[in-house]
């Protein structure tokens, strides 16, 4: 029944899915409408008001994310009619609002800043002293931070806790101008994917803890990028910023919309994980627990190496490229190694949920598995070489290839993280997926691939 | 002026609400004729009566019938709306103490025609004391065995005025807040759990027995050609006898006014009359001298005869005062869904206060008639518009006492 | 601490289910059961609806939160309802506000109650009187002390 069928929106005509949503032909061919409840992810709301255009024929504007395309629809998304409609509805919107934008980190990527830039623009008109006080600050556990005033009432978030995570944490309370986004008195926001709720949100009213009052988002730049924290392969967007005097750091990590991957979500732990990498970082090389030149490490390097010819093990991490894994096995084969990728390690059952989180810890395991590494535990071998896996090994000698630091005696080189190098993933159906580079440190730590070239052999 | 007892003619007997008596006065009866017909027949009856919606909406019922399905997989379902809480409405509160069982020969007919077999009586919380003897009818009914057929059940609300319309009662129904639902785009039935489901006000079900037990011609001989039949009039405010009076459509305002009510309290003159309960436009002394009690005509006069429950007033009365009252209700009965109707009738509510406290400007009239103007037309539900149309009357009608204050 | 329904209204209870297609609709007649039996409405009771009727805690709270007439919090003083809607204070509900301020109750302005010809009107629980005058207001009081 659903055939694609012409329909005319603004005097130019689209083929569209017949009985299909209205507002999802707009987003798609990037008609500007606005809206503050419509998410493709949660579905419509009808609430805010704000999506509406005229439909030749009806008396009445419509809302399009409640239109559903009719053969022969003639649309208008512009006009001064349905501007003024706009205007009016975001004018009713804003008046009690309060003015935080100075303090709110929301300025910048707010959808009512944005829609009264691009449609209101009017004068302070409100003519009444008070505006309506809610509670500002409420911690409501998860990193999240509710400020009632702020909110608009889209109910993104509510229909998130309620249709996505199910976990109902959080409700719209009370009733009139007096209704309010809420958790339960002393009830807290807990679900593994509770920060989803500050991208949800089209202002300030739902903030990250961990983001708060840290950076202007128009200072930040952002690469496309996964998360490393499963086999998943999240889709993230890396938001980042050198500020004088500092290094070039990341803030924050946001999901980005990949349907055939993660949608429009990610889980709080990988959103949180870029913390983990900025920090503890192995920055230099080492020995016996000393800093050494890196002209010394390679030397030592190469002469472990001839030392233990035929008798070592080289060990790589499955959260590493694919460009470095196979670095790895061409150097590997060139010192006449056993190449091992032990995978057991990152089989998490407690990790695994039914939504995007899963039990295999090993990013690019897939790549792996693929190239048909040796997955079980080294054996016993005189030099292990040792890519930044996890385990510890035993054996008369290691050299540690590591991104951390480890409390460790081995010769040590330190190597980049995925976000200081670009490169491709295999998640765990086998998606190939990209990261650019997104930081680019004052003092670069080199990449493994790098390194390895090096030593002179 | 004639004598209509449609509704209200076991009223005024002592013990009316009870079986006994109500069966002795007649009710009941229409039963037996209504065996004799197969449920689209009877629609055809109401159809053709053009028995009309009491809930303030006056949408034909027939048509509104007509929508349920015959042949459905699902169960039907009737909803009886007894959440009367349109100011200056009190009617329906005198079918279900006054006479319960007429409601409930009423609801038998509408479930038979629309094959539901389970209606609820949607009430409002604060009618507990008439609940009770409503649900009294219905333990009689029961005991009768008349309930074999339909069960009856009583689902007491819990104070909100939206929860009379009617998309926003069968949430409630369903255990949820009361939220209006969206408007679908073709007519269909309303939906309860997603089974077919017929809403109607008190009033209207109780007026069926009649048509079934005297014929649509019978009905039709009260009223008007577009309004026919009658209603349970109301009157309150500065009015010497309030009270609701059945009265049939196309009566004379000031005569329904002057004879059932005995004119204005005090000796004073009449300066205005909201004449449908507060969502309906405020008439003016002149415009009341014009109005007949009908659809046609209220509509004529940019009003609306609405639950037909009049509001009088005087000539020392402010209409100032009178406006920041209404608002106030509205502030506070509004759902909270959709911004318009959220920000606006908050917003309103206070520029009028701001007027009213003498501290108000130009600028606070010409707001409010903007104000107005966004919530029209753009809402989830009617309850804006509703608004749109009191403010717009008047300033309107009434500008210069407002202006008067500033 | 905890709340528990009373033996009769889990009979109640169990009755009603039967009458409608989904347990969810019981919410509100839960809510009233609570508040007759208790006086007001804690969030233990609303954790306890929730596992009879299967709706979540917090879609419990929303509804308690939207029906003006739900108390969430115990009052030792009356409550009156009074209305404040315009047919009353046509009437005069005005001059029997102020002569309630005087006294040790708590007043609730609500909004109309459907007692329009026979105002100014007040409902104290369940009850309703009428045609309010300033020693019919005292007389009442009187008996309800």
């Not at chain 1, 800043?113 to 409420?138: P, R």
């Not at chain 1, 128009?218 to 050198?242: E, M, P, R, Y």
């Amino acid at each position: 029944m659903s055939e694609m069928i012409d329909i005319v929106v603004d005097n130019k005509t689209y083929k569209a899915k017949e009985g299909s949503l209205l507002i999802d032909l707009l987003i798609k061919e990037k008609i500007k409408v606005p809206y503050f409840c419509y998410h493709e992810a949660l579905g419509a709301d009808g609430n805010c008001r704000m999506c509406m255009v005229e439909i030749e024929g009806q008396k009445r504007p419509q809302i399009s994310c409640d239109t559903f395309i009719k053969a022969n629809m003639k649309v208008h998304s512009t006009g001064n009619n349905i501007e003024k409609v706009r205007r009016d509805i975001l004018e009713l919107e804003l008046i009690n609002h309060p003015v935080d934008c100075p303090v709110c980190d929301q300025a910048g990527e707010c959808s009512l800043q944005d829609f009264y830039m691009d449609y209101g623009l009017h004068n302070s008109e409100v003519l009444i002293q008070e505006k309506i006080k809610h509670t500002k600050h409420i911690d409501l556990g998860a990193n999240v931070i509710l400020d009632q005033e702020r909110c608009v009432l889209c109910a993104r978030c509510t229909r998130f806790t309620e249709k996505i995570t199910k976990t109902h944490e959080l409700g719209i309370i009370g009733r009139g101008d007096e209704a309010r986004v809420s958790t339960m008195p002393h009830r807290k926001l807990h679900n593994p994917y509770a920060m989803n709720v500050v991208d949800l949100c089209p202002v300030g009213a739902l903030t990250s803890k961990d983001f708060r009052f840290s950076q202007r988002v128009w200072f930040l730049q952002t690469v496309n990028s996964i998360c490393h924290g499963c086999a998943k392969g999240c889709n993230i967007f890396i938001d980042h910023n050198k500020i004088k005097y500092k290094d070039d750091l990341i803030y924050r990590f946001r999901p980005r919309r990949n349907d055939e991957v993660n949608g429009f979500f990610m889980c709080d732990e990988g959103r949180l994980s870029y913390k983990a990498l900025q920090d503890n970082r192995q920055e230099v090389t080492l020995l016996n627990a000393k800093a050494i030149t890196e002209e010394e490490a390679l030397l030592e390097a190469k002469r472990l190496i001839e030392e233990y010819e035929n008798n070592i093990s080289v060990v790589i991490d499955a959260n590493l490229y694919t460009q470095e894994i196979e670095a790895i096995l061409e150097f590997s084969k060139k010192i006449g190694a056993s190449a091992y990728a032990p995978l057991e390690v990152y089989y998490d059952e407690n990790f695994k949920d039914d939504m995007l989180k899963s039990a295999n810890r090993g990013a690019n395991s897939q790549t792996i598995e693929l190239l048909t590494i040796d997955t079980s535990t080294p054996k016993e071998s005189g030099l292990v070489i040792n890519f930044n896996h996890p385990d510890t090994f035993n054996s008369e000698t290691v050299i540690n290839f590591l991104t951390h630091k480890k409390a460790l005696n081995s010769l040590i080189f330190p190597m980049a993280v995925f976000t200081e190098n670009t490169g491709t993933l295999r998640n765990e159906e086998g998606i190939v997926q990209h990261c650019e580079q997104a930081i680019f440190k004052n003092t670069p730590i080199p990449t493994l691939i790098e390194t390895v070239k090096k030593i002179q052999l | 002026m004639r004598e209509c007892k449609i509704v209200s003619s076991r009223f005024h007997l002592k013990g009316s609400h009870t079986f006994r008596v109500a069966k002795e006065n007649g009710v009941y009866k229409s039963l037996e004729k209504v065996k004799g017909y197969i449920p689209l027949e009877i629609i055809e009856i109401i159809k053709e009566s053009g028995l009309r919606g009491k809930g303030g909406g006056g949408a034909f019922a027939g048509e509104k019938w007509a929508l349920m399905p015959q042949n459905s997989t699902k169960p039907s379902f009737l909803v009886v709306n007894c959440d009367e809480s349109e100011p200056g409405t009190f009617k329906d509160r005198q079918i279900i103490s006054q006479d319960p069982h007429l409601l409930i020969e009423g609801i038998l007919i509408t479930c038979y025609a629309i094959k539901a077999r389970h209606a609820y009586i949607y009430i409002r919380g604060e009618y507990k004391p008439f609940q009770d003897i409503l649900q009294g009818a219905i333990d009689e009914a029961y005991q009768e065995g008349l309930l074999d057929t339909c069960d009856i059940t009583i689902h007491r609300g819990a104070g909100a005025y939206i929860c009379g319309e009617k998309s926003a009662l069968l949430e409630s129904l369903e255990g949820k807040r009361g939220h209006p639902r969206l408007k679908p785009k073709q007519k269909e039935p309303e939906w309860f759990f997603g089974n077919p489901t017929l809403v109607n006000n008190v009033e209207t079900i109780a007026t069926v027995p009649f048509i079934l037990e005297n014929g649509a011609d019978a009905y039709k001989a009260f009223g008007t050609q577009k309004s026919a039949g009658t209603l349970l009039f109301a009157m309150s405010g500065h009015i010497n006898r309030a009270g609701v009076y059945e009265a049939e459509f196309g009566t004379p305002m000031m005569e329904y006014i002057n004879y059932f009510g005995g004119g204005i309290k005090n000796g004073k003159k009449l300066k205005a009359i909201i004449p449908g309960g507060a969502s309906t436009p405020i008439l003016t002394a002149e415009e009341v001298s014009k109005a007949t009690l009908d659809y046609e005509t209220m509509r004529s006069l940019g009003s609306a005869l609405g639950t037909g429950g009049m509001i009088v007033m005087d000539e020392d009365t402010c209409m100032v005062e009178v406006l920041k009252n209404l608002l106030e209700f509205y502030h506070e009965e509004s759902c909270g869904q959709c911004t318009p109707c959220r920000e606006g009738t908050g917003w309103t509510d206070k520029l009028v206060g701001k007027i009213l406290n003498k501290e108000g400007t130009k600028k606070d009239i010409d707001k409010l008639l903007e104000v107005a103007t966004t919530m029209n037309g753009k809402t989830i539900c009617v309850f804006a518009p509703a608004v749109s149309g009191v403010i717009t009357a008047f300033l309107t009608k009434f500008r210069d006492e407002f202006e008067v204050k500033l | 601490m905890s709340f528990h329904f009373s033996e009769e209204n889990i009979l109640k209870i169990n009755a009603l289910k039967k009458r409608y297609p989904s347990s969810k609709s019981l919410s509100l007649p839960c809510l009233w059961m609570v508040q007759y039996q208790e006086g007001y409405i804690s969030l233990d009771a609303m954790d306890t609806i929730s596992k009879i009727i299967d709706m979540p805690s917090m879609e419990i709270y929303r509804v308690a939160t939207f029906y003006s007439m739900f108390r969430l919090s115990s009052s030792d003083k009356l409550t009156i309802s009074l209305c404040k809607t315009l047919s009353c204070k046509l009437c005069g509900s005005d001059k029997i506000l102020k002569h309630l301020k005087e006294k040790e109750v708590n007043i609730e302005l609500v909004e109309c109650l459907g007692s329009c010809g026979t105002a100014p009107v007040m409902q104290i629980n369940d009850t309703f009187y009428e045609n309010l005058t300033l020693e019919t207001v005292d007389k009442i009081l009187e008996e309800l002390e």
